[in-house]
């Protein structure tokens, strides 16, 4: 069975930095585009970032562009979000996703096909 496990959410101060990971299993890892969404309570889930198979393609929205930044390590079927500079508005259950089209760059909930329990982080205001 296909298994997405994040890990790496925490409580940290404005300005502070995170690293989320997602671990991968049941399914070939290189096969799958990537990707990122949160949602916090009352709002609607958001797109945070994407990437293809390889890695090669990386894609933001304005709200973290220049602040977060997504890498795989296919030898280790490992999804990694690092996040910096973050500000209180990033306070956010973050999801790791997948989908089975590896040269896409999943940025639509339609896209996704596989989800994880999701990892909370928290930005103190």
Known sequence: QVQMAESGGDMVQTG????????????????LAMGWFRQAPGKEREWVSCTNWNGQTKNYPPAVHG???I????KMNMLFL???DLKSEDTAMY???AAAK????PRESS???YWGLGTQVTVSA
């Open 16 to 31: 502070g930095s995170l690293r989320l990971s997602c671990r991968v299993s049941g399914i070939p890892f290189d096969n």
């Open 67 to 69: 602040r977060f930044t």
């Open 71 to 74: 890498s795989r390590d296919n």
């Open 82 to 84: 690092q996040m910096n």
């Open 95 to 97: 999801y790791c996703v």
């Open 102 to 105: 590896p040269w896409w760059c």
């Open 111 to 113: 896209d996704v096909e």
